[in-house]
Nanobody, 121 residues
Framework: QVQLVESGGGLVQPGGSLRLSCAASGLTYRWYRINWYRQAPGKERELVAG?????????????TYADSVKGRFTISRDDGKSSVNLQMNSLKPEDTAVYYCNVPLPGRLAWGPGTQVTVSS
């Protein structure tokens, strides 16, 4: 059974940084995609970043970012693990949201419970 658990959220001042982690388990594919989404109050969930993970090694590829976070956020694989980090720098109040990780599977999407990020002075 695929399980995703996010961590690393919190309260940070504008201009600060946070590092989110998505720990994935139960994935047995050779390659799979892990995405980060976010949802702010009253807004639709939006794709923030994504990466393809090689299940049998340490490589990853095809990182993508939303235009709103390019140059500020970096998605990467945790060394040798089935987990992905999202390094968020130069945070803005508009980055405030619940952040979710997601894995597209045959016939469904797997989601984690989310972690709250609040950017405020």
């Amino acid at each position: 059974q695929v399980q995703l658990v996010e961590s690393g959220g919190g309260l940070v001042q504008p201009g600060g940084s946070l590092r989110l982690s998505c720990a994935a388990s139960g994935l047995t594919y050779r390659w799979y995609r892990i995405n980060w989404y976010r949802q702010a109050p009253g807004k639709e969930r939006e794709l923030v970043a994504g990466v393809d993970i090689h299940g049998g090694g340490t490589t990853y590829r095809d990182t993508t970012y939303a235009d709103s976070v390019k140059g500020r956020f970096t998605i990467s694989r945790d060394d040798g693990k089935s987990s992905v980090n999202l390094q968020m720098n130069s945070l803005k109040p508009e980055d405030t949201a619940v952040y979710y990780c997601n894995v597209p599977l045959p016939g469904r999407l797997a989601w984690g419970p989310g972690t709250q990020v609040t950017v405020s002075s």
